[in-house]
């Protein structure tokens, strides 16, 4: 059995559960250690199968725990090289390895397929993950669809995908407005709009489980999020996340 849940997702905040009976993995770690440990007890989940932590990019929303995390469960913070050298010191973690782009890096039964994708960002990338023969994709921090993260997409039962952004609440919103063009860029963050623009273009029909991420607390709603997405409602098991607590622990 495969157990997956969104620990945080937000701004301020992501982490991403994926596992199995024997071992796990988190993608990113954007909450320290303390925080962390609560939502997995909160979720039912044991601390001690996790493996090894895979981090997307070099925001503080995706690293603020990573040295404390990987320190405190003995596990390799994984990256891409750039990446990497991007850290402050304060987030180098004692253990580190390094992934490419193309190249599946495997823990245990756990194959993680990273590729680059388009973020403001030094070198980031989104995860596919295939454990126990279930693809799990983590799709966060995109700024747009292209021809590599549509294919990756279309081969996931499963998905964390981002749902960041309502145009017009982001428009009329606080945000100065080189922020606003940033978010709004190939290089920010996918809509309510693009996420189902995607869904609808690109699912494969083995898709059957989304979780809508990375929702703005400033320039969306969750109701706005399941407004958009409710003509696949029936079609597919939405659970939304959240950057205050865990989501539903969902097992495939």
């Known amino acids: 059995m495969v157990e997956i849940c969104a620990l945080a997702s937000?701004?301020?905040g992501n982490s991403y559960y994926i596992g199995?009976?024997?071992?796990?993995?988190?993608?990113?770690?954007?909450?320290?250690?303390?925080?962390?440990?609560?939502?997995?007890?909160?979720?039912g989940l044991d601390k001690s199968k996790i493996k090894a932590l895979f981090i997307s990019h070099e925001?503080?929303?995706h690293i603020q725990g990573i040295r404390g995390c990987s320190k405190k469960l003995s596990i390799p913070g994984i990256f891409s090289q750039h990446t990497f050298s991007k850290l402050k010191k304060k987030h180098i973690p004692n253990f580190h390895a390094f992934f490419e782009a193309g190249k599946p890096?495997?823990?245990?039964s756990i194959s993680v397929f990273p590729f680059k994708k388009q973020h403001d960002a030094c070198d980031p990338h989104s995860f596919r993950v295939e454990i126990d023969g279930i693809n799990i994709g983590v799709f966060t921090d995109i700024g747009e669809v292209d021809t590599i993260f549509a294919q990756e997409f279309n081969k996931c039962q499963a998905v964390f995908l981002e749902t960041n952004y309502?145009?017009?609440?982001?428009?009329?919103g606080p945000y100065r407005d080189y922020i606003k063009k940033r978010v709004d860029s190939n290089k920010g963050h996918l809509s309510n709009e693009q996420a189902l623009e995607l869904i609808e273009k690109h699912a494969s029909t083995d898709l059957h489980t989304i979780f809508p991420a990375h929702i703005s607390d400033k320039n969306n709603t969750k109701e706005k999020v399941m407004q958009v997405l409710a003509s696949l409602k029936g079609k597919y098991n939405i659970k939304?996340?959240?950057?205050?607590?865990?989501?539903?622990?969902?097992?495939l």
């Open 20 to 43: 199995n009976e024997n071992e796990a993995i988190l993608i990113d770690a954007g909450i320290h250690y303390n925080k962390l440990v609560i939502r997995l007890n909160e979720a």
């Open 10 to 12: 937000g701004s301020n």
């Open 59 to 61: 925001h503080s929303d």
């Open 240 to 251: 939304l996340t959240s950057r205050q607590e865990i989501s539903e622990v969902v097992r």
């Open 166 to 172: 309502d145009k017009e609440m982001l428009w009329n």
């Open 105 to 108: 890096y495997t823990i245990g």
